[in-house]
């Protein structure tokens, strides 16, 4: 089993900066990949950023490429994503999430992950 807990969370202004964090514990080893996703109330829980446990290789979905940065320090078992200039359609529950599916080292597919944190919410105003 894999504990996962998200941190960072807050109401910012457009055009600002946060960074989000995702604690681990528990039998990280078993997981491939890592990502963030988010979801507003009302619509489905959509991928924002991809991170392979290896070699760090990253994924990130359209809306937000350039903007945020997924990273991860493995020896404190914690992941990162760096959103800056923020705007207000990024304002979502944001998740951590971990899985191993064969083939896969990197997704923005929520089937792909088998371990989720509690969420951190993200409120972007203008």
């Known amino acids: 089993q894999v504990q996962l807990g998200e941190s960072g969370g807050d109401s910012v202004q457009a055009g600002e900066s946060l960074r989000l964090s995702c604690a681990s514990s528990?039998?990280?080893?078993?997981?491939?990949?890592m990502g963030w996703f988010r979801q507003v109330p009302g619509k489905g829980r959509e991928g924002v950023a991809s991170?392979?446990?290896?070699?760090?290789?990253?994924l990130y979905a359209g809306p937000v490429e350039g903007r945020f940065t997924i990273s991860q320090d493995n020896a404190k078992k914690t992941l990162f994503v760096q959103m800056h200039n923020l705007k207000p359609e990024d304002t979502a529950m944001y998740y951590c999430?971990?899985?191993?599916?064969?083939?896969?080292?990197?997704?923005?597919?929520?089937?792909?992950?088998?371990?989720w944190g509690q969420g951190t919410q993200v409120t972007v105003s203008t």
């Open positions: 999430a971990a899985g191993k599916v064969s083939g896969v080292i990197n997704s923005l597919d929520l089937t792909d992950y088998k371990y």
């Open positions: 528990g039998d990280t080893y078993s997981t491939v990949y």
């Open positions: 991170i392979y446990r290896g070699d760090g290789n990253t």
